[in-house]
């Protein structure tokens, strides 16, 4: 319970609703069939919660859904704390916006649970604002962090799995991260201000400029390697972002 309530405001949260929407559909209270993303029963029969709850179910209970709580506990976490540290309503904002933009493209590719992709999102968003963090692998081979998306997708390709979900939260991240960390250098102007209504909610944020990744790469400290597993390998390296 201690290290539940530790976690940052939005990430407890979200990982609380996708537990309990999963844990509601195994214990057959509701069913995968009253959440999930559908344009004509949202619009015509006003079924409107739709458009959050399809965020939340992430398949049933087993390992698969375990892989994904791990991602999304992980990523989810590392934003809020890192990069957004203090700024719970810009990385709110984020979620939002990813969810928007998914929420449109949803109905042309004929995706009904969106979670997975808001997921990787935060993943591209990560790997971008982490350009000098060094990842391995399976230890086969080595990789900086802005490359995970790209590994994850191959990975997911080669166990039979559809790219779609994945290249969604790849555009959806893209977008966000060139609006909000490149677009403001090229013209200081900032297009996705958060607004003051999600400010609102958060007012012990720290009214601060979001992180830009530096220049250049942080110069290594001798003897400092940490290492942070993850999914496919293992995280060796730091960001003066992170703790």
Not at 150 to 163: A, C, I, N, R, T
Not at 191 to 199: A, E, N, W
Not at 231 to 241: F, I, K, L, T
Request: charged share 10%; aromatic share 16%; hydrophobic share 50%.
């Amino acid at each position: 319970m201690e290290g539940y309530m530790a976690l940052p405001l939005v990430t407890r949260g979200y990982v609380t609703m996708a537990f309990l929407t999963t844990a509601a559909c195994a214990l057959e209270i509701i069913t995968p069939y009253n959440v999930y993303y559908n344009t004509k029963l949202i619009f015509s029969k006003g079924e409107v919660w739709r458009l959050f709850t399809n965020f939340f179910f992430f398949g049933n209970l087993g390992l698969d859904f375990v892989f994904h709580m791990f991602f999304l506990l992980k990523y989810c976490k590392s934003l809020e704390e890192g990069s957004f540290r203090g700024r719970s309503a810009d990385f709110l904002w984020m979620l939002l916006f990813g969810g928007i933009l998914l929420t449109g493209i949803a109905p042309f590719v004929n995706i009904q649970f969106l979670g997975s992709s808001l997921t990787f999102m935060m993943v591209y968003v990560w790997g971008r604002r982490h350009q000098y963090v060094n990842l391995s692998f399976l230890g086969i081979f080595t990789f900086t962090a802005p490359y995970l998306p790209w590994v994850l997708l191959v990975f997911s390709l080669m166990l039979g799995s559809s790219p779609l979900v994945d290249l969604l939260g790849m555009a959806a991240g893209h977008a966000y991260y060139f609006l909000e960390d490149v677009y403001p250098r090229m013209t200081g102007r900032r297009p996705l201000k958060t607004p003051g209504i999600l400010r609102a909610l958060f007012p012990t944020d720290d009214p601060i400029l979001p992180v830009v990744p530096p220049p250049a790469p942080p110069a290594a400290q001798p003897g400092f390697q940490p290492a942070q597993a993850w999914a496919a390998g293992e995280v060796q390296g730091g960001h003066p972002h992170d703790n």
